[in-house]
């Protein structure tokens, strides 16, 4: 992370209200919990917008579509499998994933190496 993207994290930071228990190191890459990201949207006043794509015993797809006050968007998708997600819930897991995404993508978290502890099982603590 350059000096300059670490000046950027640190004012999301401040601005979000996130402490060292929002992020944990894992391997090569930066996690934050899903407080984080719930602490994130909120602060960011991002509104979110969820649509099932596909639902069913084996796999569930969710479409997320996030806005902010200065009219940015993104669409992003989450999914959910026996292969993917340890629990079985995975309509739920698809749509804690788009809305993850969304938010790293609207905050621009993802170019600083920042990734969701709900993008994928291996990223948990």
């Given at each position: 992370?350059?000096?300059?993207?670490?000046?950027?994290?640190?004012?999301?930071?401040?601005?979000?209200?996130?402490?060292k228990e929002d992020?944990?190191?894992h391997q090569h890459?930066?996690?934050?919990?899903?407080?984080?990201?719930?602490?994130?949207?909120?602060?960011?006043?991002?509104?979110?917008?969820?649509?099932?794509?596909?639902?069913?015993?084996?796999?569930?797809?969710?479409?997320?579509?996030?806005?902010?006050e200065d009219l940015?968007?993104?669409?992003?998708?989450?999914?959910?499998?026996?292969?993917?997600?340890?629990?079985?819930?995975?309509?739920?897991?698809?749509?804690?994933?788009?809305?993850?995404?969304?938010?790293?993508?609207?905050?621009?978290?993802?170019?600083?190496?920042?990734?969701?502890?709900?993008?994928?099982?291996?990223?948990?603590?």
């Open positions: 992370m350059t000096s300059s993207q670490k000046e950027q994290m640190r004012k999301l930071a401040d601005e979000c209200g996130l402490t992020f944990f190191k890459y930066t996690i934050m919990t899903r407080q984080g990201i719930e602490k994130v949207a909120e602060c960011k006043n991002i509104e979110l917008h969820f649509q099932c794509v596909q639902a069913g015993p084996d796999y569930a797809a969710v479409k997320c579509t996030a806005n902010t940015r968007s993104v669409e992003t998708f989450g999914s959910a499998d026996m292969k993917t997600s340890q629990n079985k819930y995975y309509l739920e897991m698809a749509e804690k994933r788009a809305k993850a995404r969304a938010v790293l993508q609207l905050t621009n978290l993802y170019s600083f190496g920042i990734y969701s502890e709900d993008e994928s099982d291996d990223f948990k603590r």
